[in-house]
């Protein structure tokens, strides 16, 4: 999980009159969708204008069956995490929400082209090659159509029926054989002579380096980027079970509030899930996840691991940093949500200078985890408060609640916030009635969609 930025503007000089303060998206994050919607725009561009003199239909098939290329091409490489890409979407599950709407598009970019599919049998010569890559065109397309559907729908609608992760995962694996018999197809189809060469380098550098990027993340990833780790002790508080992880050899660094994906192959966990690290960076390296049991994999923990269990564990991703925040900050945390702010509240020392109040909203006392550590952080540093919601108990947290509880005016602190997207919307509302909208807002996805 990573966050999503809004920002309102610093606070103004005292007696400068003020606008109403509504939050903007910061323009870093808006750099990643910008770049990859560039290069297929490109594409379709050169494509159209490259075969115009072959009539305005045979124009427009060679238009979006490159902008096809070149989608399918750069949902790869954002499958492959690069790091040094992910500032600019502003942390991986926008970038993988572009990823997700990339697959999309290419897919509806490949029907265009299959129904206004180019026919250049009059200008050029058949060939065996060129027939062979029409037919890897054809194949591709085809199995591309179904595994993205696949992705697509992984809920089905109406019916309530989930695809199980395994299965999404293993035919999400096959995208990248399928796009390089795409890349086939867009070297070898038969195609008029004479023409200008720069789509054809365009195209041919991303179809390249989108079946690399798939090469590393399926051959090359797995070897550099997980570390090993064992499971020093296990623990379960209602349907939360609690990890803590020693490292094996080479210790992991990170930033409170960043997350890992776990497995566990040895246990029969082998695909990769991500979980955000409970836990502040320890001298001995251990690292803690909370993992709340929401599907079959997170329930299934407490009866297959063990300690001294191998897992491993890759990251770490994320830039959910309070540090980049204001004096004054409120931290909003439903459920599970609370686990950044566990490891943000391990890390606070007697000097911080930042005021913070921290809301942990859950449905029952029992879900309440890591009140020590909070406990531990109010006793080390009086500038840290919290307070526990328990919406049986205490109703749901409103905006007027909030107000009145933190310590400071909650229009001149920062937001963060982690956990259901209805508590968020619910509380902004409220607080943007009451004239009370927070600074900036920042906030973490709570699952990749």
């Given at each position: 999980?990573?966050?999503?930025?809004?920002?309102?503007?610093?606070?103004?000089?005292?007696?400068?009159?003020?606008?109403?303060?509504?939050?903007?998206?910061?323009?870093?994050?808006?750099?990643?969708?910008?770049?990859?919607?560039?290069?297929?725009?490109?594409?379709?561009?050169?494509?159209?204008?490259?075969?115009?003199?072959?009539?305005?239909?045979?124009?427009?098939?060679?238009?979006?069956?490159?902008?096809?290329?070149?989608?399918?091409?750069?949902?790869?490489?954002?499958?492959?995490?690069?790091?040094?890409?992910?500032?600019?979407?502003?942390?991986?599950?926008?970038?993988?929400?572009?990823?997700?709407?990339?697959?999309?598009?290419?897919?509806?970019?490949?029907?265009?082209?299959?129904?206004?599919?180019?026919?250049?049998?009059?200008?050029?010569?058949?060939?065996?090659?060129?027939?062979?890559?029409?037919?890897?065109?054809?194949?591709?397309?085809?199995?591309?159509?179904?595994?993205?559907?696949?992705?697509?729908?992984?809920?089905?609608?109406?019916?309530?029926?989930?695809?199980p992760?395994?299965?999404?995962?293993?035919?999400?694996?096959?995208?990248?054989?399928?796009?390089?018999?795409?890349?086939?197809?867009?070297?070898?189809?038969?195609?008029?002579?004479?023409?200008?060469?720069?789509?054809?380098?365009?195209?041919?550098?991303?179809?390249?380096?989108?079946?690399?990027?798939?090469?590393?993340?399926?051959?090359?990833?797995?070897?550099l980027?997980?570390?090993?780790?064992?499971?020093?002790?296990?623990?379960?508080?209602?349907?939360?079970?609690?990890?803590?992880?020693?490292?094996?050899?080479?210790?992991?660094?990170?930033?409170?509030?960043?997350?890992?994906?776990?497995?566990?192959?040895?246990?029969?966990?082998?695909?990769p899930?991500?979980?955000?690290?409970?836990?502040?960076?320890?001298?001995?390296?251990?690292?803690?996840?909370?993992?709340?049991?929401?599907?079959?994999?997170?329930?299934?923990l407490p009866?297959?691991?063990?300690?001294?269990?191998?897992?491993?564990?890759?990251?770490?991703?994320?830039?959910?940093?309070?540090?980049?925040?204001?004096?004054?900050?409120?931290?909003?945390?439903?459920?599970?949500?609370?686990?950044?702010?566990?490891?943000?509240?391990?890390?606070?020392?007697?000097?911080?200078?930042?005021d913070?109040?921290?809301?942990h909203?859950?449905?029952?006392?029992?879900?309440?985890?890591?009140?020590?550590?909070l406990?531990?952080?109010?006793?080390?540093?009086?500038?840290?408060?919290?307070?526990?919601?328990?919406?049986?108990?205490?109703g749901?947290?409103?905006?007027?609640?909030l107000?009145?509880?933190?310590?400071?005016?909650?229009?001149?602190?920062?937001?963060?916030f982690?956990?259901?997207?209805?508590?968020?919307?619910?509380?902004?509302?409220?607080?943007?009635?009451?004239?009370?909208?927070?600074?900036?807002?920042?906030?973490?996805?709570?699952?990749?969609?």
């Amino acid at each position: 999980m990573t966050d999503a930025v809004h920002r309102a503007g610093d606070v103004p000089a005292p007696g400068v009159p003020t606008l109403p303060r509504l939050p903007v998206i910061s323009p870093l994050p808006m750099m990643g969708p910008l770049l990859v919607a560039l290069p297929c725009l490109l594409a379709a561009l050169l494509g159209f204008n490259t075969y115009a003199p072959y009539g305005a239909d045979a124009a427009l098939g060679i238009a979006v069956g490159a902008a096809a290329v070149v989608a399918m091409a750069q949902t790869l490489i954002l499958a492959a995490r690069p790091p040094l890409v992910e500032p600019l979407f502003g942390g991986l599950d926008r970038m993988y929400r572009v990823h997700k709407w990339l697959g999309i598009s290419a897919i509806i970019l490949m029907i265009l082209h299959q129904q206004i599919e180019p026919d250049f049998e009059r200008t050029v010569r058949e060939t065996g090659l060129g027939e062979l890559g029409e037919e890897a065109g054809e194949l591709a397309f085809n199995a591309l159509l179904a595994l993205i559907a696949v992705s697509w729908f992984r809920r089905l609608p109406f019916i309530g029926l989930e695809i199980p992760y395994q299965i999404w995962r293993f035919s999400h694996r096959f995208m990248g054989a399928l796009f390089a018999m795409v890349v086939f197809h867009q070297f070898f189809v038969d195609m008029p002579t004479g023409v200008d060469s720069s789509l054809s380098v365009l195209l041919n550098t991303f179809g390249i380096a989108g079946v690399a990027a798939w090469f590393f993340t399926e051959l090359v990833a797995p070897r550099l980027r997980r570390r090993e780790f064992t499971v020093s002790e296990i623990s379960q508080t209602g349907d939360t079970t609690t990890l803590t992880l020693s490292p094996k050899g080479r210790a992991m660094r990170w930033r409170p509030g960043q997350f890992a994906f776990v497995r566990a192959p040895e246990a029969g966990l082998s695909e990769p899930h991500p979980f955000t690290i409970a836990s502040a960076p320890r001298p001995d390296g251990t690292l803690t996840f909370s993992i709340r049991g929401l599907g079959g994999w997170t329930r299934s923990l407490p009866a297959i691991l063990r300690t001294g269990t191998r897992v491993q564990v890759e990251g770490p991703y994320g830039r959910f940093n309070f540090r980049k925040g204001g004096a004054r900050q409120i931290w909003l945390a439903g459920g599970i949500g609370i686990t950044p702010f566990l490891a943000w509240a391990e890390s606070l020392t007697e000097a911080e200078r930042r005021d913070i109040h921290l809301v942990h909203c859950v449905r029952t006392q029992e879900e309440a985890i890591g009140v020590e550590t909070l406990r531990a952080a109010a006793a080390r540093n009086p500038r840290f408060s919290f307070e526990v919601v328990v919406s049986t108990r205490d109703g749901r947290l409103t905006a007027e609640r909030l107000i009145s509880a933190a310590p400071f005016a909650v229009k001149d602190a920062d937001l963060w916030f982690c956990g259901p997207t209805g508590l968020k919307d619910g509380l902004l509302k409220g607080l943007k009635a009451q004239d009370q909208m927070p600074r900036r807002v920042r906030f973490e996805q709570f699952e990749f969609a």
